[in-house]
């Protein structure tokens, strides 16, 4: 049977056996065959898992060790300067290796043991309404490849380097793994799709690009901004506004490229009010009422 992965970019399609993946001009790893066929083999066990599966082992290779090595050391550093103490804390206890890039399926077993969710293996990027659906049940789609050695500071899409320090830290935390799961129970009530673009773009401005007021200081908080490095060292300069649903809900944004508008809260309090307020009230009407 042909499938074609639940992704939009790059295209990542099976056809009589055989997966495909394919990248853009502008993409770093664009050209590089060996990488290619690397991201095809992660693929294929992607779409190969059944459910309930363990997580797919895979055959990481030298050069993404040292990926996974450089990237992680450089965003330690900046971590210790510019990320949350929360987020600092429950990284903690994900007890990853420095040397090596880990195992989805650790990851997911040690998060499960924590807070009960679990990660479960994407091809690529996940349609809006399976991906936040699925958070309900607190299964986190995520990828497993690791981003193209040329450009270790930033990924134009999420790659196992962000789903696992930036999302796992978050999913480890029993106080952000309820608010995933918020999410998901929100998109599932949902039948508008501007709703659940809605959601979406909360979510974008919350989770992924968050900054949070720390004792004086922006701190970052969302899993985006937390694996890019280059975002990271410049995230101040950016137009920083306060939370507001009404203005999110009209700003636009590139989930491949450096944001120029980002929402703080006042404290992870905040956040945690700002988010549960929303997701709790939030109905197929909502877009139209803001
Ligand atoms: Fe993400």
């Given at each position: 049977?042909?499938?074609?992965?639940?992704?939009?970019?790059?295209?990542?399609?099976?056809?009589?056996?055989?997966?495909?993946?394919?990248?853009?001009?502008?993409?770093?790893?664009?050209?590089?065959?060996?990488?290619?066929?690397?991201?095809?083999?992660?693929?294929?066990a992607?779409?190969?898992?059944?459910?309930?599966?363990p997580v797919p082992y895979i055959m990481y290779?030298?050069?993404?060790?040292?990926?996974?090595?450089?990237?992680?050391?450089?965003?330690?550093?900046?971590?210790?300067?510019?990320?949350?103490?929360?987020?600092?804390?429950?990284?903690?206890?994900?007890?990853?290796?420095?040397?090596?890039?880990?195992q989805l399926r650790d990851?997911?077993?040690?998060?499960?043991?924590?807070?009960?969710?679990?990660?479960?293996p994407?091809?690529?990027?996940?349609?809006?309404?399976?991906?936040?659906?699925?958070?309900?049940?607190?299964?986190?789609?995520?990828?497993q490849?690791?981003?193209?050695?040329?450009?270790?500071?930033?990924?134009?899409?999420?790659?196992?380097?962000?789903?696992?320090?930036?999302?796992?830290?978050?999913?480890?935390?029993?106080?952000?793994?309820?608010?995933?799961?918020?999410?998901?129970?929100?998109?599932?009530?949902?039948?508008?799709?501007?709703?659940?673009?809605?959601?979406?773009?909360?979510?974008?401005?919350?989770?992924?690009?968050?900054?949070?007021?720390?004792?004086?200081?922006?701190?970052?908080?969302?899993?985006?901004?937390?694996?890019?490095?280059?975002?990271?060292?410049?995230?101040?300069?950016?137009?920083?506004?306060?939370?507001?649903?009404?203005?999110?809900?009209?700003?636009?944004?590139?989930?491949?490229?450096?944001?120029?508008?980002?929402?703080?809260?006042?404290?992870?309090?905040?956040?945690?009010?700002?988010?549960?307020?929303?997701?709790?009230?939030?109905?197929?009407?909502?877009?139209?009422?803001?």
């Amino acid at each position: 049977m042909d499938r074609v992965a639940k992704s939009y970019a790059p295209l990542i399609e099976e056809r009589d056996g055989k997966t495909t993946v394919t990248l853009s001009e502008d993409h770093p790893g664009f050209g590089d065959r060996r990488y290619i066929e690397h991201r095809e083999r992660i693929a294929a066990a992607a779409l190969h898992a059944r459910t309930g599966d363990p997580v797919p082992y895979i055959m990481y290779s030298e050069e993404d060790d040292a990926t996974w090595q450089l990237v992680t050391t450089s965003l330690s550093k900046l971590h210790k300067q510019y990320a949350a103490a929360e987020y600092l804390a429950h990284f903690d206890a994900l007890n990853l290796p420095s040397d090596r890039a880990p195992q989805l399926r650790d990851v997911s077993d040690t998060i499960g043991e924590l807070t009960g969710f679990k990660m479960t293996p994407a091809a690529g990027i996940v349609g809006t309404t399976t991906f936040y659906g699925e958070l309900a049940n607190r299964t986190f789609n995520a990828t497993q490849y690791i981003r193209h050695p040329s450009q270790p500071r930033f990924s134009p899409e999420p790659d196992m380097i962000h789903e696992i320090i930036g999302h796992g830290a978050h999913l480890a935390n029993e106080r952000w793994a309820r608010m995933y799961e918020l999410v998901g129970k929100a998109v599932l009530r949902l039948s508008n799709p501007k709703a659940v673009q809605l959601v979406s773009r909360v979510f974008w401005f919350s989770m992924e690009c968050g900054v949070v007021e720390e004792k004086g200081e922006l701190k970052v908080w969302g899993a985006s901004l937390l694996t890019s490095a280059g975002e990271m060292a410049q995230f101040r300069n950016v137009d920083i506004r306060e939370l507001d649903l009404a203005g999110m809900a009209k700003q636009g944004y590139e989930p491949d490229a450096y944001q120029p508008v980002l929402y703080k809260a006042r404290s992870l309090g905040h956040f945690e009010d700002f988010l549960e307020d929303f997701l709790t009230m939030i109905d197929d009407d909502t877009p139209d009422a803001i």
